[in-house]
């Protein structure tokens, strides 16, 4: 049984940076796909970011055109987490901030429909 479950969310003013953690466990996949969401009450879930990790040529990542820059997408294998470095952050950053994962099955991208959540970790901008 896949569990994730996220942490790092808080306060932080314009322009700070906060480093969201996604720890994996019960994983059996040999390679898999993550990624980060976010989602505003009321608004759409908008992916961030997503990387597929365990081919021969490395990982691969991805990210939404507006978090390039500024949003960085990252893995510690041997903790099997998944982070997400948020810099120079804005109001319109304020979000619940969700990773999401699955077994690699041929497709791996921003704003996929993945099997497994987080339950999300809050993030206020101001």
């Known amino acids: 049984h896949v569990q994730l479950v996220e942490s790092g969310g808080g306060s932080v003013h314009v322009g700070g940076s906060l480093r969201l953690s996604c720890a994996a466990s019960g994983y059996t996949y040999s390679s898999y796909c993550m990624g980060w969401f976010r989602q505003v009450p009321g608004q759409e879930r908008e992916g961030v970011a997503a990387?597929?990790?365990?081919?021969?040529?490395?990982?691969?990542?991805y990210y939404a055109d507006w978090a390039k820059g500024r949003f960085t997408i990252s893995t510690d294998n041997d903790k099997n987490t998944l982070y997400l470095q948020m810099d120079n952050l804005k109001p319109d950053d304020t979000a619940m901030y969700f990773c999401?994962?699955?077994?690699?099955?041929?497709?791996?991208?921003?704003?996929?429909?993945?099997?497994?959540w987080g339950q999300g970790t809050q993030v206020t901008v101001s």
């Open positions: 999401a994962a699955e077994g690699y099955g041929g497709s791996c991208r921003v704003g996929k429909d993945f099997a497994h």
């Open positions: 990387m597929f990790t365990g081919g021969s040529s490395g990982p691969h990542i």
